[in-house]
């Protein structure tokens, strides 16, 4: 499966922005679709991540209550809706597909096998 993420731009604080990461190759019905994030200078983190019935979302504690997670199927797009922007938001996001079942490890890069390219959100203060 191939990834691709986008709709990464500049916002001020406390604005919104969509991502969404379209899946060609296979269907995102049934995987675990997580999205990461890595600011300049820093490791790589979980923000969020859906199970693969899409039923349970999960959120790091830095984005709880301002981000959410959705898909469309027949788009074939998973979204993550940001709120509320902070500047300590910026970074490359990047959203990811795996097939676990084991949903507590949808927060762990390694659950993952499938990467879209990363898209950059930039928030000014």
């Known amino acids: 499966v191939q990834l691709q993420a986008f709709g990464g731009g500049l916002v001020q604080a406390g604005g919104s922005l969509r991502l969404s990461c379209t899946a060609s190759?296979?269907?995102?019905?049934?995987?675990?679709v997580g999205w990461f994030r890595q600011a300049p200078g820093k490791d790589r983190e979980f923000v969020g991540a859906?199970?693969?019935?899409?039923?349970?979302?999960y959120f790091s504690d830095s984005v709880k209550g301002r981000f959410t997670l959705s898909r469309d199927n027949a788009k074939n797009t998973a979204y993550l809706q940001m709120n509320s922007l902070k500047p300590e938001d910026t970074a490359v996001y990047y959203c990811?597909?795996?097939?676990?079942?084991?949903?507590?490890?949808?927060?762990?890069?390694?659950?993952?096998?499938?990467w879209g390219q990363g898209t950059l959100v930039t928030v000014s203060s």
């Open positions: 990811a597909a795996s097939a676990s079942i084991i949903t507590s490890s949808l927060s762990n890069e390694i659950a993952y096998a499938y």
């Open positions: 190759g296979r269907t995102l019905r049934g995987v675990g």
């Open positions: 859906s199970s693969r019935t899409g039923s349970g979302t």
